[in-house]
Nanobody
Framework: QGQLVESGGGLVQPGGSLRLSCVAS????????IAWYRQAPGKEREFVAT???????RHANSVKGRFTISRDNAKNTVYLQMDSLQREDTGVYLC??????????????WGQGTQVTVSS
């Protein structure tokens, strides 16, 4: 059974930076695609960024140029570097891991999330 644990959230002023981490266990991490989502109070879950097993990254337009997703397969960890944070970035940030083979979804795991609050 796979498990994801996020960390690195906190309270930061507008314009500040945070780096989130998501550590995976119980999965073949190097073969998985990883994504970050966020959910603000009263809003639907929103895609933030993803990085594939082949290290191709994609970011949502709302964070492009400010956030950077990366991975370290040796540490089973994916990171989200968040710079120039804005109040609208406030929410719970969740890590999602998926592995597919021949188009079939083999597994799909979510972490519990880490709270990010951008406020002065």
């Amino acid at each position: 059974q796979g498990q994801l644990v996020e960390s690195g959230g906190g309270l930061v002023q507008p314009g500040g930076s945070l780096r989130l981490s998501c550590v995976a266990s119980g999965v073949i991490f190097s073969a998985a695609d990883i994504a970050w989502y966020r959910q603000a109070p009263g809003k639907e879950r929103e895609f933030v960024a993803t990085i594939t097993a082949s290290n191709l990254a994609r970011h949502a337009n709302s964070v492009k140029g400010r956030f950077t997703i990366s991975r370290d397969n040796a540490k089973n960890t994916v990171y989200l570097q968040m710079d120039s944070l804005q109040r609208e970035d406030t929410g719970v940030y969740l890590c999602n891991l998926q592995r597919r083979s021949n188009g079939a979804l083999l597994y799909d795991y979510w972490g519990q999330g880490t709270q990010v609050t951008v406020s002065s």
